[in-house]
């Protein structure tokens, strides 16, 4: 079994940063791509981003690219989401998310197996 705990969210004022880590415990999650989603109220989850099993390489969503950072540290089993810019609408509940086995970088919730009970960010305008 394998957990995922979420931390860092919390209220910022738009323009502003929040850095969300996200410790998996449970099995050597070095081997599997991961991923952040978000939902706002109302809405369906999002795929934001993914990174590979050893973090040389990531994938956007259009709405974070350039502005979301997302990195890994597998010695420490943590994955991280820099978020900079920050706008009203990505107030969302943030999740992080491994992958199952053979993805390279996965963009479907369908892809994940194990997730993480979330974290809330509250973008203020």
């Known amino acids: 079994q394998v957990q995922l705990v979420e931390s860092g969210g919390g209220l910022v004022q738009a323009g502003g940063s929040l850095r969300l880590s996200c410790v998996a415990s449970?099995?050597?999650?070095?081997?599997?791509?991961m991923g952040w989603f978000r939902q706002a109220p109302g809405k369906e989850r999002e795929w934001v981003g993914a990174?590979?099993?050893?973090?040389?390489?990531?994938s956007y969503a259009d709405s974070v690219r350039g502005r979301f950072t997302i990195s890994r540290n597998n010695a420490e089993n943590t994955l991280y989401l820099q978020m900079n810019s920050l706008k009203p609408e990505d107030t969302a509940v943030y999740y992080c998310a491994s992958s199952s086995p053979g993805h390279v970088l996965a963009s479907r919730a369908s892809e994940y197996d194990y997730w993480g009970q979330g974290t809330q960010v509250t973008v203020s305008s």
């Open positions: 449970g099995r050597t999650t070095r081997a599997y791509a």
């Open positions: 990174i590979t099993r050893s973090g040389d390489r990531t």
